[in-house]
């Protein structure tokens, strides 16, 4: 199993959790290459799992609202730059979906 250390990780990653796991903003930043965009988005999931592992309940609680999506900037040339998009995963095409058809229900009452 691979050891987790939040000492491994720069205190930038808190200040994003807080950024979009509380209120809900979107960080978006351009990796110069689709494997560093992969890395990015692995290296923020192992930050997850190092607030679990040094038993900080409440930022993993935060840091579990993030979602990380990534693409190229431009989808017709893939080799060149990356986006990597930290959200609030109440942001996402699916949540949006389900909180419309939900407030449909709702208002039919």
């Not at 987790?4 to 351009?30: E, F, K, M, N, W």
């Not at 989808?75 to 942001?91: A, C, I, K, M, N």
Request: charged share 30%.
């Amino acid at each position: 199993m691979k050891p987790y250390r939040l000492s491994l990780y720069p205190q930038a990653y808190h200040r994003l959790i807080d950024t979009v796991g509380a209120s809900g903003r979107s960080v978006r930043l351009t990796a110069p290459s689709r494997a560093e965009a992969f890395k990015l988005r692995s290296r923020f999931y192992g930050f997850r799992q190092a607030l679990r592992a040094e038993g900080l309940k409440d930022q993993a609680a935060l840091a579990d609202v993030v979602e990380v999506r990534i693409g190229p900037e431009n989808p017709e040339d893939p080799t060149g730059p990356w986006f990597v998009e930290y959200r609030s995963r109440d942001q996402n095409a699916e949540s949006q979906l389900l909180l419309s058809a939900l407030e449909a229900v709702e208002n039919e009452r």
